[in-house]
């Protein structure tokens, strides 16, 4: 456990930092990180954007460790994007504070369940997803940037 690491709203001075996390993980799995189109709440980290729930950041002192995105999904339902977490800070409790702080988001928002796509060659982040309850729901199709689809259904707070 990081005894410094807190947890707090991401802003637009995060951004730079939250894409040079980001960027390396994704080239690492032979993804094409596309700030622009397929990662846009990466390329607009910070920014209140139409449906977004919550930008968190990691953090140990002032240094930005990871990341995680929420955004609206439909009636009642979230989804979970751009969760990274830098690699010396891995397995250290970043990502798990990161998804309980996603998770207590949703539940104040009043959503039901949040929903996520991931790669299975991603086995720390899916192996996480599976400690805290998300089940695999869908295949997905080759085209669409990720092979699985999970969800974790919230209990009402």
């Known amino acids: 456990m990081i005894h410094s690491l807190s947890i707090r709203d991401g802003q637009v001075a995060d951004a ?3 894409q040079a996390i980001a960027g390396p993980i994704m080239e690492s799995f032979g993804l094409v990180p596309d700030f622009d189109v397929l990662d846009y709440e990466l390329g607009h980290f910070g920014q209140g954007y139409q449906g977004a729930i919550a930008q968190l950041v990691a953090c140990v002192d002032d240094l930005v460790i990871g990341s995680a995105i929420l955004k609206e999904y439909g ?4 989804k979970l994007t751009g969760f990274y977490v830098c690699g010396g800070y891995r397995g250290m409790g970043a990502g798990q504070r990161l998804l309980t702080e996603v998770i207590r988001r949703a539940n104040d928002r009043g959503c039901r369940a949040i929903y996520l796509e991931t790669w299975d060659k991603m086995e720390a982040a899916t192996a996480l997803y599976k400690r805290l309850g998300w089940q695999k729901v869908k295949d997905l199709h ?3 940037g990720a092979e699985r689809g999970y969800l974790l259904e919230l209990q009402p707070s």
Request: proline share 10%; glycine share 0%; aromatic share 0%.
């Open 142 to 144: 080759p085209d669409s």
């Open 75 to 78: 009636d009642e339902l979230a």
């Open 16 to 18: 730079r930092a939250v």
